[in-house]
């Protein structure tokens, strides 16, 4: 495939496609956990506001959250400090990103908590562990074991999203493909590299995500 | 109906008297039912398209010979694994690029340089590729039991899919085809990129002329819920109507005979 010196432009983009996605996926996971455990708490005002959030956000399209946060947060800040403010395109990118993904992330978490058997937060309790070090010592080490596969699918999901952030006007691999076709008049050819970009990174994080889950799963080997 | 909404939106005009945003929602009302129209539209048809399309791709993609599932493979996995912003812009501004597409006549002009079309393609394809992986899934977990009945009676292959196997599958992806039109009804916000008008582009519209971006925005977002909540609400009526054989074993399946249990059914039990 020719292109017209326009591959480095491209690479360039795949960058910033990993960085947006890494990053979305950090904060998600953190809001995904803080959903779950808001969920399962025993106080209902937090599971209200769990369940609200991801109704609300599983509910409205992704690109609408993006433009919400973009648009919507230059706004607040205007008629807060009756100044114009602009955030940048990767700051609301990974925040639109995050919450969505975190909104997913949350059922995931969810029901990997439900599946830890009862008895094991029992033990932990008649070993006289608080509810936080239950939490990191008990539940946490065995939860990514049951998670990672639901996890996974979501990441590969958050990484097709990330080409929504182009739409701000962020220079990923999505729009860095829409600026070249314009130079070039070679739409078609542009938009196919950038798709077999994105089907490249989604090979290797597919295999990523396998290796994990074999990882993961070594305990059990084992013992079949 | 848009006659109906037009004096809806005169009448909701006179009742604001100028407070915003409620004055501009009343004037706005009438485009942005056109643009739920235009989602709508988006939806269905490319739900139904794709659906379709996805048959003969599951078919194709569980046989045993490589020349027949190695294209169905190709094409699940492109589509999966692609954005979906990616195949729009490939099938409305990528055509464009091949001399010998512009030459075609009316195919050209009346629908694939017109992006109301681009998009129902690029819509059908990708929500094809999903199904055909849920279907080709749901084939195979169709009851063994029930396939080796067929055989015995001595029905036909092509009869077995006909009237056992794929409705079978069907009333098993259910669920999961609720969630992928959902999934369709988010995506097709992104035709709003290829200058159509949906509910997003009438938004984008709105917005453009009234300045009141987050305003619009959190009306968008209400009446994508208020459709997600309708296509909710249809899938289960649709489930339930569907699948009503299995809400009736549920209860009384151990009364029947134990024999009869298959390990799909115990699950539906559990």
């Keep these: 495939m020719d292109l017209h010196g326009f591959g480095h432009l491209l690479l360039a983009g795949t960058w910033i496609t990993l960085k947006l996605a890494f990053t979305s996926l950090f904060f998600g996971l953190i809001l995904g956990l803080i959903g779950a455990a808001a969920k399962l708490s025993p106080i209902r005002a937090l599971r209200w506001i769990a369940t609200t959030y991801t109704t609300l956000i599983r509910g409205i399209p992704e690109l609408l959250l993006v433009l919400i946060i973009y648009f919507g947060t230059t706004e607040i800040l205007l008629r807060l400090f009756d100044k114009y403010i602009e955030i940048s395109a990767f700051a609301a990118g990974v925040t639109a990103l995050s919450i969505a993904f975190g909104a997913y992330a949350t059922e995931v978490f969810r029901s990997a908590l439900q599946e830890i058997p009862k008895g094991q937060r029992e033990s932990a309790m008649a070993m006289g562990l608080n509810r936080w070090q239950t939490f990191t010592r008990i539940l946490m080490p065995q939860l990514w074991r049951i998670a990672i596969p639901g996890l996974g699918n979501l990441f590969l999901v958050l990484l097709k999203d990330t080409a929504l952030v182009s739409v701000i006007g962020l220079d990923d691999l999505m729009r860095q493909a829409y600026v070249a076709a314009g130079f070039t008049k070679l739409p078609f050819t542009f938009y196919l590299a950038a798709a077999f970009i994105y089907l490249l990174l989604t090979i290797i994080f597919m295999q990523a995500i396998r290796f994990m889950e074999i990882r993961a799963n070594r305990p059990w080997q084992g013992a079949r | ?220 977002g209400l009446l994508y819920l208020l459709l997600t909540a309708v296509l909710i609400g249809f899938f289960r009526l649709l489930e339930n109507w569907y699948n009503a054989h299995q809400h009736a074993i549920n209860m009384s399946l151990e009364k029947v005979d134990p024999q009869l249990r298959d390990k799909h059914l115990e699950d539906n039990v559990r």
């Design chain 2, 1 to 220: 109906m848009s006659e109906l909404i037009i004096q809806l939106s005169q009448w909701l005009l006179t009742l604001t008297q100028g407070a915003e945003p409620w004055d501009s929602y009343a004037r706005y009302l009438p485009r942005l039912m056109d643009g739920v129209w235009v989602t709508l539209q988006l939806v269905v048809v490319s739900g139904i398209v794709g659906f379709l399309m996805a048959i003969p791709i599951a078919l194709m993609r569980i046989s045993k010979s490589p020349w027949l599932w190695i294209f169905p493979y190709c094409y699940i996995f492109f589509f999966r694994g692609t954005p979906l912003l990616v195949q729009i812009f490939l099938i409305y501004y990528g055509l464009s690029q091949f001399e010998s597409l512009r030459n075609l006549g009316w195919i050209w002009t009346d629908v694939l340089s017109q992006p109301y079309w681009c998009a129902i393609i690029a819509f059908s394809l990708n929500t094809s590729a999903y199904i055909a992986e849920l279907f080709r899934g749901a084939i195979l977990a169709v009851p063994k039991g029930e396939v080796e009945a067929a055989q015995s009676l001595g029905i036909s292959r092509r009869k077995q899919y006909q009237h056992i196997i794929l409705p079978r599958a069907f009333g098993i992806i259910l669920p999961a085809y609720g969630n992928e039109v959902i999934l369709m009804l988010k995506g097709s916000a992104l035709a709003s990129t290829i200058t159509l008008l949906d509910l997003m582009g009438a938004t984008r519209g709105a917005i453009a002329r009234t300045y009141m971006s987050l305003e619009f925005f959190l009306l968008a």
